[in-house]
Every structure is written in C-alpha cells, then in structure tokens.
C-alpha cells in the first residue's frame, strides 16, 4: 500500500498503523506536534469513544434499529472513485464505513484515520477478519490537523464525525486541502436535533431513551448524554452545506434520510472542469 508523505513542514508524520499490527496510543510520538494533538474538548471526545469503543457497534445497530448500515450504504454509494483510488474515511471509528466502501470499491485503497485507539484497533480487527488488511491502512490523526500531503485522496468520507470536531471548519479545510481536484467529500451525520420530528417523539428518544439505553448497555449515559446534546446543537442541513461552501466546496447537495433524522451531504472540490 502506498503511504502518503508529509508535505506540510510544521505537519507531524502519519501515525502508521499497517492493519493487523497495534495502533499506536492517541499521545505521546504518535502527536508529534500540540498542533496535532487533541486540546481538552478532544481529549474529553477520544477518551469517551475509547470508553464505549467495545460497545460501540452494537450500540448503533440497535438504538438505530440496524437503520445505520442502510445509512452507511447510502453514503457510499455517492462516493466517485477511480480504480485502485484512495479514500480517507476521516472519524473512521470501528470502520463500518471503510469496510462498506471496500465493497462497493473491492481495488480502492482506504486510510482509516481516527485518535480514539480503541474504536480503530475493534476496526483493525474487523478488517483483518475480512482478509482486507492490505488495503486499509489504519492511522491516529486528529481531523483537525491531517497528516497528510495535499490533494492526496481520490475521495473522503465522514461518518457521524464531523459533529464532534470543534471547529468543524478547520476539518472542512482540512478535507477540501487533502481531495484532488474533482475529488468529492460525502459526510453523514444526523440532522439537527432541534427540528421536531414525528410530532417530537424523535426528540423525546433523543433526550430521554438514548441516554437511557446507552447506560443500561455501557454503564456509560454521559456519552449518550453528549450523543444527544451534540444533536440538539448540530446545525441543520442547508446551515451544514453554508459551511461547506464556505470551506471551498462545490455542488454541496445533500439527501434527508429517514425523515431528516439523517443527512448525507454531497460536495465536490472544483477542479480541471471535470468532476471526480
Ligand atoms: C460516532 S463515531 C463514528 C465512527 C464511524 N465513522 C461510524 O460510522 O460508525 C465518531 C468517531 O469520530 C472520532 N473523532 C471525533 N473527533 C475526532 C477528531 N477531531 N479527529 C479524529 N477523529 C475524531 C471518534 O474518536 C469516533 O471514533
């Protein structure tokens, strides 16, 4: 698998972590600059996705009544990819999203990055079970800061990420500098939670159930708490697309799914005159 350089002078290099060998810890070398390293509220978040990272995917295939593959498999089916492309799953997690995009892309190469060690060594795992190993190279990045050269990827994906990321701009930037020209970013996540859905029942599962179940299943409601806080302040899909645009991007679309529960927006860095 080819690993991308560093171009960036002041950009630490990527925490490689081939899948089938132990990802490196979220600190120490593998953040070789503070620039890179998550500040309190990233510590708070990688610590927490480590916590539950066990949890983790049973958790979302059963508060989401197994909706979430169905989700992932709609993101991915906007992705454009060339043959044997690279695709950064940016807040990759357990890699439910880079082992769907590996289906529909069987040649495509996939860096996994995330800075909770735990959610990426359960992907890890996944991966190898699969015999996909080498086409995933796992890393710990914060999404902030990528370690990465510029217009590297074919494509980027973030799914149920970007609403953790404080600020979201810098990771919008971060992406946009990454893609090649005609590259296309597909980003999931829920829409915002302050929209009533389903006469407010949807918001009563968000405040009151959520956290509930996640306790009874990982002894762990503050997480689901900040599930569900990070949802009510999440910005709602046309304010989402503002931002990309802001960020550069081109043809932002996105597609409701699930009532606007959930939102797949679309975006294309502008390039050559043609599209990915
Ligand atoms: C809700 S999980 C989503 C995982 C996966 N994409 C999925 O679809 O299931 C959010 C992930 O974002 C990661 N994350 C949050 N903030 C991040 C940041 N600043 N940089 C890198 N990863 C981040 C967390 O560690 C966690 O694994």
């Given at each position: 698998?080819?690993?991308?350089?560093?171009?960036?002078?002041?950009?630490?290099?990527?925490?490689?972590?081939?899948?089938?060998?132990?990802?490196?810890?979220?600190?120490?070398?593998?953040?070789?600059?503070?620039?890179?390293?998550?500040?309190?509220?990233?510590h708070r978040v990688a610590a927490m996705f480590g916590r539950i990272a066990r949890w983790y995917d049973i958790l979302n295939h059963g508060l989401s009544l197994g909706q979430d593959i169905y989700w992932r498999h709609r993101?991915?089916?906007?992705?454009?990819?060339?043959?044997?492309?690279?695709?950064?799953?940016?807040?990759?997690?357990?890699?439910?999203?880079?082992?769907?995009?590996?289906?529909?892309?069987?040649?495509?190469?996939?860096?996994?990055?995330?800075?909770?060690?735990?959610?990426?060594?359960?992907?890890?795992?996944?991966?190898?079970?699969?015999?996909?190993?080498?086409?995933?190279?796992?890393?710990?990045?914060?999404?902030?800061?990528?370690?990465?050269?510029?217009?590297?990827?074919?494509?980027?994906?973030?799914?149920?990420?970007i609403r953790n990321i404080v600020p979201r701009e810098q990771a919008f930037a971060e992406l946009f500098r990454v893609l090649k020209p005609g590259?296309?970013?597909?980003?999931?996540?829920?829409?915002?939670?302050?929209?009533?859905?389903?006469?407010?029942?949807?918001?009563?599962?968000?405040?009151?159930?959520?956290?509930?179940?996640?306790?009874?299943?990982?002894?762990?409601?503050?997480?689901?708490?900040?599930?569900?806080?990070?949802?009510?302040?999440?910005?709602?899909?046309?304010?989402?697309?503002?931002?990309?645009?802001?960020?550069?991007?081109?043809?932002?679309?996105?597609?409701?799914?699930?009532?606007?529960?959930?939102?797949?927006?679309?975006?294309?860095?502008?390039?050559?005159?043609?599209?990915?």
């Amino acid at each position: 698998m080819t690993t991308p350089r560093n171009s960036g002078e002041d950009r630490p290099a990527p925490a490689e972590t081939p899948a089938g060998q132990d990802a490196p810890a979220p600190s120490g070398s593998t953040h070789a600059s503070s620039a890179s390293s998550p500040d309190g509220h990233g510590h708070r978040v990688a610590a927490m996705f480590g916590r539950i990272a066990r949890w983790y995917d049973i958790l979302n295939h059963g508060l989401s009544l197994g909706q979430d593959i169905y989700w992932r498999h709609r993101l991915v089916r906007h992705l454009r990819l060339p043959r044997n492309g690279l695709l950064v799953d940016l807040a990759a997690g357990t890699m439910d999203v880079t082992l769907t995009a590996l289906r529909q892309f069987p040649d495509a190469r996939v860096l996994a990055l995330d800075f909770a060690q735990p959610m990426l060594a359960r992907g890890r795992d996944k991966v190898a079970a699969r015999g996909l190993s080498d086409r995933v190279l796992p890393a710990l990045a914060d999404g902030r800061v990528l370690p990465l050269p510029d217009a590297c990827a074919d494509a980027a994906t973030i799914a149920f990420g970007i609403r953790n990321i404080v600020p979201r701009e810098q990771a919008f930037a971060e992406l946009f500098r990454v893609l090649k020209p005609g590259g296309r970013l597909c980003v999931l996540e829920f829409g915002s939670g302050r929209t009533r859905i389903w006469k407010g029942l949807y918001n009563l599962y968000l405040d009151r159930l959520l956290p509930m179940a996640g306790r009874l299943v990982s002894g762990d409601s503050d997480a689901y708490r900040y599930l569900a806080d990070t949802i009510r302040n999440f910005p709602d899909a046309r304010e989402l697309g503002r931002e990309m645009r802001a960020a550069g991007f081109d043809r932002v679309l996105w597609h409701p799914l699930l009532s606007g529960i959930v939102y797949v927006h679309v975006a294309e860095k502008a390039g050559d005159g043609k599209s990915a």
